[in-house]
């Protein structure tokens, strides 16, 4: 429930950087999709203030994060509006800052490990080698896609595609697992649904009126069509002249 308050503060940094404009519809979208996952997830787990506090904090530091991150990348001066390119520069910041808490909760059991580095057999080492590649390709893609996404489109649209995502995990608990969902909850799962909905309708609303502008403007005002038909109109109007000269000499030897 805490964690749909993320939205809440992508829209807000959003609107503090001006990567996106203050608009009515936007505002009640993202009222619609905070309310709906609050009342979805209501009451299914027990409230504890300090993990309360930490996934606000979590919610706030992704909101700078995730808007600090497409000032970037669409900014064409800095060219980093491929993904790989930024995560060539981010992922060694991210390291840096993982890896001390990796070796202070997991290092002292990885290096113990019978798995890994004290394996007595290489099928265990190949199965784990495996494993762990096969896990990096899927953080690389997933870091591709949302860099990409982020690139394309604004924080806020990736925002809400994970809060879509939360949405179909929290279905399929309550499918395949067994959890009780309430009359609150499948009402928040509707809200959030219209939320989602209508924030994809506005997409695609005002993408088409920005491609119908932008396919009018090389028919206005393009220099490229422009320059030849003045040329043609001077060349025309040099013919013209030595035309206009030459009937005059004749008049006059006449």
């Known amino acids: 429930m805490t964690k749909s308050s993320a939205v809440l503060f992508i829209l807000f940094f959003s609107l503090v950087f001006k990567l996106e404009e203050p608009n009515p519809f936007l505002i009640v979208v993202v009222l619609l999709i905070a309310s709906g996952l609050f009342m979805f997830t209501f009451e299914s787990t027990q409230f504890n203030l300090e ?14 994060r995730w808007t600090l991150t497409q000032v ?10 491929n993904p790989v390119d930024t995560m060539f520069h981010l992922q060694p ?20 490990s019978e798995k890994l580095f004290r394996v007595n057999e290489l099928p265990p080492l190949l199965y784990c080698l495996f494993t762990l590649s096969a896990g990096g390709a899927l953080a690389f893609g997933l870091g591709f896609s949302e860099f990409l996404l982020v690139s394309r489109t604004s924080s806020l649209t990736l925002s809400i595609a994970g809060i879509f995502k939360e949405v179909c995990i929290l279905l399929l608990a309550s499918r395949l697992m067994g959890d009780k969902m309430s009359t609150l909850n499948w009402l928040g799962f509707g809200v959030c649904l219209c939320g989602i909905s209508l924030h994809v309708g506005l997409k695609t609303y005002y993408s088409k009126g920005k491609s119908s502008t932008l396919r009018q403007l090389p028919i206005k005002e393009s220099p490229d069509l422009a320059m030849p038909l003045l040329r043609r109109g001077e060349g025309a109007g040099e013919e013209m002249e030595d035309t206009c000269d030459e009937d005059e000499e004749q008049e006059i030897l006449h």
Request: charged share 5%.
């Open 51 to 64: 993990g309360f506090l930490m996934v606000l904090l979590a919610s706030f530091i992704g909101g700078i």
């Open 72 to 81: 970037l990348m669409q900014k064409a001066e800095l060219g980093l509006q």
């Open 93 to 112: 910041l991210m390291f840096m800052g993982l890896f001390p808490l990796f070796l202070y909760n997991e290092g002292l059991s990885l290096c113990t």
